[in-house]
């Protein structure tokens, strides 16, 4: 029985690796068992016998239960090295101890603030997207749907507000610049190894996206000195750090680095002995520095240009409205939305804009969020005949919208 099943397991070339590992034990590392004897004088000895020496060929099985200890992490091999000679032994068996980790010495509270801080940028944007779904849904339809595509930009600094916006942008960064690293069990669940798996392309495009957070921020900080161009090139820009990011992740994607330099040092003599095996490294500073040079370089390059090749670009409203977020004003589409000098805004991306609008007759009552105020528009002196156009038709989007006028 015994034999059967060692051939059925038993490959061609095991014997010749098993006899070499007999070998390196035997005769390089000469792992032995020690014992201290009193002899009958009352003199103290040291006996030592090598656990695969072939002299002792009856004892060569329990050697190799001690050898498969040791790889299981239940015994210890160590040198002892004297005035005189070495002695390399084994240990006894160890017995594993389970202690919990002590939370106070796990840096985890960065971590879980940003986690929480990104979760509740999410939920947030999640909700306006629903508010933004039902207004679409009761306006039938008379909507602007290119100021939907500003969803993240628009209500990204009305709703949630540049500081948390930054901090998701620069989490973004930080996530593209750390390598992927996983412990995988081996087959015969003895030994945890790391491997780096490779990341799906569609899933690192959409990691990309997330750099736009930065450039959302970068737009509208320097949208006092953009001024009109910011329209032209906000959209330009981050696209092209959306693309170029993609392009940086999947040429030259970010390694990991391990450096082994086992030191120890004595912390308290008899009682503390502290050792670091080495460095491991799973984020790049090079490569978070370069991802936050790049969007800023990449900002420039776009509005340079649009400076060159547009140079007498005007504002796209004559007019500017306190209602209006500076965000919005920059990117929203107001071509159709104007009428008689008065520019409207759909309900839609009024709540993008941070404004909640309900109408009751002929008024509309608006809260602003931005400045947490109430205001009331009667809309009765638009007549159905104010807002047709030149040849008679209702616009009615516009008969829906709002009127920004303060």
């Not at 002299?55 to 790889?71: I, K, R, S």
């Not at 978070?288 to 800023?296: D, Q, S, V």
């Amino acid at each position: 029985m015994l034999q059967l099943y060692q051939a059925s397991v038993v490959s061609d070339g095991m014997p010749d690796l098993i006899e070499a590992a007999k070998r390196d034990v035997r005769d390089k590392l000469q792992v032995a068992v020690i014992q201290t004897l009193l002899n009958s004088n009352n003199t103290m000895a040291l006996s030592r016998v090598n656990i695969l020496d072939p002299v002792e060929a009856n004892y060569e099985l329990w050697g190799w239960l001690f050898l498969l200890d040791w790889v299981d992490g239940k015994r210890e091999v160590i040198q002892l090295e004297g005035e005189i000679g070495s002695i390399t032994t084994i240990s006894g068996s160890l017995v594993f101890q389970t202690t919990p980790t002590n939370t106070l010495e796990v840096p985890l509270n960065v971590a879980y603030y940003i986690r929480t801080a990104i979760q509740y940028v999410t939920i947030v944007l999640l909700l306006v997207a629903c508010i933004v779904v039902g207004y679409i849904v009761i306006m039938r339809g008379y909507i602007e749907f290119w100021n939907m595509i500003e969803f993240n930009r628009v209500a990204g600094m009305v709703w949630i507000g540049r500081p948390l916006v930054f901090l998701r942008g620069i989490t973004a960064i930080c996530l593209l610049s750390t390598s992927k690293l996983d412990m995988v069990l081996s087959s015969n669940s003895v030994v945890t190894h790391m491997v780096s798996p490779p990341r799906f392309w569609v899933t690192t495009f959409m990691s990309c996206g997330e750099m736009t957070w930065l450039v959302y921020i970068i737009n509208d900080v320097f949208s006092p000195l953009t001024k009109q161009f910011t329209y032209s090139y906000s959209y330009k820009s981050s696209n092209l750090v959306w693309l170029t990011t993609f392009v940086w992740s999947m040429v030259s994607p970010p390694e990991h680095s391990i450096t082994i330099n086992r030191e120890c040092s004595i912390d308290i003599v008899d009682f503390q002995l502290v050792c670091r095996s080495g460095v491991l490294e799973i984020g790049s500073v090079t490569r978070f520095g370069g991802l936050i040079g790049l969007a800023f370089g990449c900002c420039l390059l776009c509005y340079v240009l649009e400076r060159v090749m547009y140079p007498r670009l005007q504002f796209r409203l004559s007019t500017h409205s306190l209602m209006l977020h500076a965000a919005a004003r920059n990117n929203f589409e107001f071509d159709r939305w104007t009428h008689r000098h008065v520019n409207y805004m759909d309900k839609a991306s009024a709540v993008l804009n941070g404004l909640l609008s309900v109408q009751v007759g002929h008024v509309i009552h608006i809260f602003d969020v931005k400045s947490w105020r109430h205001y009331n528009i009667d809309v009765s002196i638009e007549s159905h005949h104010a807002l047709k156009d030149k040849e008679g038709a209702l616009q009615d989007h516009l008969d829906r919208a709002i009127p920004l006028v303060e």
